[in-house]
Every structure is written in structure tokens, then in C-alpha cells.
């Protein structure tokens, strides 16, 4: 490896390397060998490709979380991920810090939003949740009919407005045809649900602002509450990948692709395997779109009800980052896979938005007890594709930071102690379902977020608009 710079290291072109690879990192900034290693497999596969990694890289499934592998002529379901179109939302409210009592909110959304794995809420029927897979956001309407909940807090006007604020209108080319039965029915009704693992609901204040006049333009202002949503496509998005995962592996050995990680597995983008895998990942990013739409829906009734049923609750943005897009870089046409990392996209390229002046809203959450932050996309975030982590990164792996038991003895040590955490989490209100594994997510277990955040201002990649920081945070 070679340093260019304080915010970038290159891996050069080696053994079956057929590509360089390129890294986001400062001079301080951890980064596993595993994870290094699975960068360089993935430069592997194709001589055209452009393969890098985010600040936030850290060990996945077959390529790194955190990693931006972009080819013309291959479709990778482990380079997008088994929750597909996990993403962020941000919606703003009117109030200042001090002016709403942020843990009383909290539990009452969790009476409205179920917390962890496996939990079920809104369902749909066949047909409808077919319309779900195939037009996303578009089938909301149609849903929240069938739900008295919801329909007695939607407002087309509102809904018309945050369409526009979510990365592609929240809806992708979907194929529910691509989509298995087993799949839909674990999904079918668990629309509306948070789940578990590092997903959340945060209630937040603004507590400082970098850009004063973008700032603005997202609707965002010093003190402000706001809400951030964290959360994916569920059940649904966890058996399409893993299906297709173990197609492309059948598919790669009758066509004698020899791989150096079986898990690197791909389709040709123009086989009839390629297309339809992006049918079906199209459709469970759509699931995903709605679904953090509905928990959105759920927080603004609990808030209206208990501040006004006129309050102004506007969204900021909506953005994944697990997804494969078909995009044009430097010329030349890519699918670019972005496995925790959020596309960052500059004025230029969001004509047509409510964003042409300020560039796409960026949303890069810390971890509970630990601030997030809102940036946006510029011309210079061209060298990484208009790319930047979708998160902190994890320093270590849940079962190393909440220690393991057998029996109900402990048989591994936490290296995060009770206190350590109770220290990293004074002043915010824990709403969870799993109170025994909830240090899994413990701030100690991820890295630095202000240290990650200034790789990403330093190698001009996007810049900082404001940081907030948890009041309360829901967590499965």
C-alpha cells in the first residue's frame, strides 16, 4: 500500500489484482486487513471496474462494508448486501432544543413502530404489496387506505413534497415477478418496523450548523429537533439477497468463473440471471423506501398528537446505501454497487431537484450516544463517484464488544463494560427491545464519527452542513 496523501492510501496493482484499489483513511483511521483483503479481491474480477473504500471500511460478506465497486458488465448481489436499500431519513421539525420532552416521544413512537428482528406491523395484500414492489413510493397512498393509523395522518400535499426528497423519488425499476413467494411473505407485513441490529429512530437537536445558507435550503437551523430513521428492507430484502447470492454462485461455476472469495459471486449484467437479480433488488429497495415512509408517518402522528395537528414536519431526505445504480462516470457507463456507502451527488447532477442549488443531502449517522451528521454532495466527490460512508465503521464485532455467554454463563469477556456504557449514553433516553445484547451497538464499538467526517471534508468528497446529536434514540 502506498499513502498518496493524509486522507488516502493506494493499493497498487498486485498478483491477481486487475485493478488498483483506492482508500479513504487518515493517518489514524483503523482499517482491518480482512477488510483490505476483501478490497483486494474485489479488484479482482474486472479489468474496466473502479474499486475503492469509504473511511468506514470494516469486514463484510465477501467485499468490505463500506466499499464502491463500479463495472460495466457485472451485477454483484454480496456487493450490495443482504439489506438491501438500508438507508437513512431525516425529517425536520419547528421546535428548539428544550421545547418537546424528547423521551416521552420516544416511547410513545415505539407504541406505533415495533423494535427488533423478526417484528411485524403493517401488512398489505397480495396484490397491493405486489404494487409496493413494482412503483415504491407510489403504492403509498393506496396502502395507508387500508390502514386507519395511517390514513388519519396523511396529507397528500405533505406526501406530494417528500417525494421529491427522497433519492430517486423513492422508486426504482422493481420486478416482483423476481421476487420468490418466501421472500414476499416475510415481508408482507412487516412494513412499518424498524428491526434490529444497528438500526434506530433518533430524536436529535442541531447542535451546530457549517453552512448557513445550505442549511437552509435542507430546512435545517441551529437547536432545531429533528428525527432520523435508520432502517431497511427487512425480512424481504434479507432472503432476496441471500437467494440470489447463492444463484450468482451456481451461475459463476457453470460458467467456470474461478473466484478467489466464493462469496465475490456475480451475474453478467446482461444475462437473463443479471436482469432479473436487479428486478428483484430493485423491488425490495422499493419495500424499503415505504417502509421508512411509514415509520416516518408513525413518528409525525405521535408528534402531532402531542404538539398540534398543524405542525409543520417536513422531510429533509431519504437516501440508501446498500444499491446498485446504472450511472455514467468520467464518461463511461457503470453499474456502481454502494455496500455501506451513500451516494453524494453535487448541484450539477441533482437539476430537476429541490436540490439544483445546494446539492444532495447526505445523511452519516455516528452511533447511539455519539452525533450524526447532514452534508452535501460536491463537483470534487467526482473521484470516488459521487461516494462517502454511510456511517461510523465498527471497530469491533458485537459479540467482542457485549462478550458472549453459554447457558447463561458468560464465556467471553465484554470488552465494553456496563459502566463504560452507561458513561457513553448519560443524558440520552434508550428506548430498546433487548436490553441483554444492546451493547452491540455501544458508541465504544464503532469508530470516531468527527475523526471520519474530517477524511471525508479532507479528501473532498462532500462537506459538512450540520452536526446533531441524540435526545433519544429507539433501538431494536
Given at each position: 500500500m502506498k499513502r498518496i496523501d493524509p486522507y488516502r492510501i493506494l493499493i497498487e496493482r498486485e498478483g491477481a489484482m486487475k485493478v488498483p484499489a483506492l482508500v479513504y483513511a487518515g493517518e489514524a483511521t483503523r482499517v482491518e486487513p480482512d477488510a483490505l483483503e476483501q478490497l483486494r479481491n474485489a479488484?479482482?474480477?474486472?479489468?474496466?471496474?473502479?474499486?475503492?473504500?469509504?473511511?468506514?471500511?470494516?469486514?463484510?460478506?465477501?467485499?468490505?462494508?463500506?466499499?464502491v465497486f463500479a463495472s460495466p458488465g457485472m451485477i454483484s448481489p454480496c456487493a450490495v448486501g443482504y439489506d438491501i436499500n438500508c438507508g437513512m431519513r431525516l425529517m425536520a421539525t419547528p421546535f428548539q432544543a428544550g421545547e418537546i420532552d424528547a423521551g416521552t416521544l420516544a416511547r410513545s413512537i415505539s407504541r406505533d413502530v415495533p423494535?427488533?428482528?423478526?417484528?411485524?406491523?403493517?401488512?398489505?395484500?397480495?396484490?397491493?404489496?405486489?404494487?409496493?414492489?413494482?412503483?415504491?413510493?407510489?403504492?403509498?397512498?393506496?396502502?395507508?387506505?387500508?390502514?386507519?393509523?395511517?390514513?388519519?395522518?396523511?396529507?397528500?400535499?405533505?406526501?406530494?413534497?417528500?417525494?421529491?426528497?427522497?433519492?430517486?423519488?423513492?422508486?426504482?425499476?422493481?420486478?416482483?415477478?423476481?421476487?420468490?413467494?418466501?421472500?414476499?411473505?416475510?415481508?408482507?407485513?412487516?412494513?412499518?418496523?424498524?428491526?434490529?441490529?444497528?438500526?434506530?429512530?433518533?430524536?436529535?437537536?442541531?447542535?451546530?450548523?457549517?453552512?448557513?445558507?445550505?442549511?437552509?435550503?435542507?430546512?435545517?437551523?441551529?437547536?432545531?429537533?429533528?428525527?432520523?430513521?435508520?432502517?431497511?428492507?427487512?425480512?424481504?430484502?434479507?432472503?432476496?439477497?441471500?437467494?440470489?447470492?447463492?444463484s450468482a454462485r451456481q451461475w459463476d461455476e457453470t460458467h467456470g468463473i474461478a473466484l478467489?472469495?466464493?462469496?465475490?459471486?456475480?451475474?453478467?449484467?446482461?444475462?437473463?440471471?443479471?436482469?432479473?437479480y436487479y428486478g428483484a433488488m430493485c423491488a425490495a429497495a422499493n419495500f424499503a423506501f415505504v417502509n421508512r415512509y411509514l415509520m416516518a408517518l408513525f413518528a409525525r402522528g405521535n408528534i402531532r398528537a402531542a404538539y398540534g395537528a398543524d405542525v409543520a414536519l417536513p422531510s429533509v431526505y431519504d437516501v440508501p446505501h446498500n444499491i446498485a445504480k446504472r450511472e455514467t462516470h468520467h464518461g463511461r457507463e457503470f453499474i456502481v454497487h454502494r455496500k455501506g456507502a451513500t451516494r453524494a451527488y453535487p448541484p450539477a447532477l441533482m437539476q430537476g431537484t429541490p436540490f439544483a442549488g445546494a446539492g444532495q443531502p447526505v445523511l452519516i449517522p455516528g452511533s447511539m450516544g455519539t452525533a450524526s451528521?447532514?452534508?452535501?454532495?460536491?463537483?470534487?466527490?467526482?473521484?470516488?463517484?459521487?461516494?462517502?460512508?454511510?456511517g461510523a465503521g465498527r471497530t469491533m464485532s458485537r459479540t467482542a464488544a457485549s462478550g458472549r455467554t453459554r447457558h447463561g454463563k458468560a464465556v467471553r469477556e465484554a470488552a465494553i463494560?456496563?459502566?463504560?456504557?452507561?458513561?457513553?449514553?448519560?443524558?440520552?433516553?434508550?428506548?430498546?427491545?433487548?436490553?441483554?445484547?444492546?451493547?452491540?451497538?455501544?458508541?465504544?464499538?464503532?469508530?470516531?464519527?468527527?475523526?471520519?467526517?474530517?477524511?471525508?471534508?479532507?479528501?473532498?468528497?462532500?462537506?459538512?452542513?450540520?452536526?446533531?446529536?441524540?435526545?433519544?434514540?429507539?433501538k431494536g
Open positions: 479488484a479482482t474480477l474486472d479489468e474496466r471496474s473502479v474499486v475503492l473504500a469509504t473511511p468506514d471500511i470494516h469486514s463484510g460478506f465477501g467485499v468490505p462494508i463500506g466499499c423494535l427488533g428482528e423478526g417484528k411485524r406491523n403493517v401488512s398489505a395484500p397480495t396484490a397491493l404489496f405486489d404494487v409496493i414492489l413494482e412503483r415504491g413510493m407510489a403504492a403509498v397512498p393506496d396502502v395507508v387506505q387500508h390502514h386507519p393509523r395511517l390514513s388519519r395522518v396523511f396529507d397528500p400535499d405533505e406526501f406530494a413534497c417528500d417525494v421529491e426528497r427522497i433519492e430517486d423519488r423513492g422508486a426504482m425499476p422493481g420486478d416482483p415477478s423476481a421476487v420468490s413467494e418466501l421472500a414476499k411473505s416475510r415481508g408482507r407485513d412487516q412494513l412499518g418496523s424498524l428491526g434490529g441490529g444497528n438500526h434506530f429512530i433518533e430524536i436529535q437537536t442541531v447542535d451546530t450548523v457549517y453552512e448557513p445558507a445550505v442549511a437552509a435550503a435542507f430546512g435545517v437551523r441551529t437547536a432545531q429537533i429533528v428525527v432520523m430513521i435508520h432502517s431497511g428492507s427487512r425480512g424481504l430484502g434479507h432472503q432476496v439477497g441471500g437467494e440470489y447470492m447463492r478467489p472469495d466464493r462469496e465475490l459471486a456475480y451475474f453478467a449484467a446482461g444475462s437473463p440471471e443479471g436482469a432479473r451528521y447532514l452534508l452535501a454532495g460536491v463537483p470534487s466527490g467526482r473521484e470516488s463517484l459521487f461516494s462517502v460512508n454511510h463494560s456496563d459502566e463504560e456504557f452507561r458513561r457513553s449514553m448519560e443524558g440520552i433516553c434508550l428506548v430498546c427491545e433487548d436490553r441483554a445484547s444492546i451493547k452491540e451497538e455501544a458508541p465504544g464499538a464503532y469508530k470516531d464519527i468527527d475523526d471520519i467526517i474530517a477524511v471525508v471534508t479532507g479528501a473532498g468528497l462532500a462537506k459538512p452542513v450540520a452536526r446533531m446529536k441524540p435526545l433519544a434514540v429507539l
